[in-house]
C-alpha cells in the first residue's frame, strides 16, 4: 500500500514537500515515480527514482524546481517542489513497480502496478 502525504493550499512561489510512504513492502528496490493530474487534463508524469544509484528523471515542466529523494530508512519517497505555480494545482500520485529494468523514462503511468490514494495541491493567492 501506498500513501501519500504533504498536499495542502500554498501562495505562489512557495514550497511543498509530498512524501510517498509505503507498507508491506520494502520501496528500495522499487522505482518510484509521481504523478499529477489536473481538472479536465490527463495524468502527467513528473518525476521518477529507481535503481539503489538514485537514478531520477522529471518532466520539462518541472525540472530545476522539483526533487526526488529517497528516505530508505522510513521506507519513503519524497519530492520536494519549489517555486509553485498555479499550474501545478493538481491531485499529485506516487506510483511503484518493481520491474525497474522495464522502465524507459520512468514517467509512464503504464509502467507502475501499485498507486497511492493522491494528495491535493493546490498553488493560489
Known amino acids: 500500500q501506498l500513501v501519500e502525504s504533504g498536499g495542502g493550499l500554498v501562495q505562489p512561489g512557495g514550497s511543498l514537500i509530498l512524501s510517498c510512504a509505503a507498507s508491506?513492502?520494502?520501496?528500495?528496490?522499487?522505482?518510484i515515480g509521481w504523478f499529477r493530474q489536473a481538472p479536465g487534463k490527463e495524468r502527467e508524469g513528473i518525476s521518477s527514482?529507481?535503481?539503489?544509484?538514485?537514478?531520477?528523471n522529471y518532466a520539462d515542466s518541472v525540472r530545476g524546481r522539483f526533487s526526488i529523494s529517497r528516505a530508505n530508512g522510513r521506507n519513503t519517497v519524497s519530492l520536494e517542489m519549489s517555486d509553485l505555480k498555479p499550474e501545478d494545482t493538481a491531485v499529485y500520485y506516487c506510483?511503484?513497480?518493481?520491474?525497474?529494468?522495464?522502465?524507459?523514462?520512468?514517467?509512464?503511468?503504464?509502467?507502475?502496478?501499485?498507486w497511492g490514494q493522491g494528495t491535493q495541491v493546490t498553488v493560489s493567492s
Open positions: 508491506g513492502f520494502s520501496l528500495e528496490q522499487f522505482a
Open positions: 506510483a511503484a513497480t518493481p520491474r525497474v529494468g522495464h522502465l524507459t523514462t520512468g514517467l509512464d503511468a503504464d509502467d507502475y502496478d501499485s
Open positions: 527514482i529507481r535503481g539503489s544509484g538514485g537514478r531520477v
